[in-house]
């Protein structure tokens, strides 16, 4: 299999990679990394912008 940003490519299927979230937030840099993770996951989950706007 071979891994290309976020995903593992096999002969037969795609999915993505395994993805540890951390949630224990104590610095800015912290907080940007989870809302990067959270875009890139985004579309996978079917997550919309209007119900990220909340947050």
């Keep these: 299999p071979w891994k290309h940003l976020g995903w593992i490519l096999t002969e037969t ?19 940007h990394k989870l809302m990067g993770t959270m875009n890139w996951v985004r579309p996978m989950l079917g997550i919309s912008n209007h119900e990220l706007q909340h947050l």
Excluded: A, E, S, V
Aim: proline residues 11%; hydrophobic residues 35%.
């Design 13 to 31: 299927m795609i999915k993505p990679q395994p993805l540890t979230i951390n949630n224990d937030i104590k610095t800015l840099n912290d907080l």
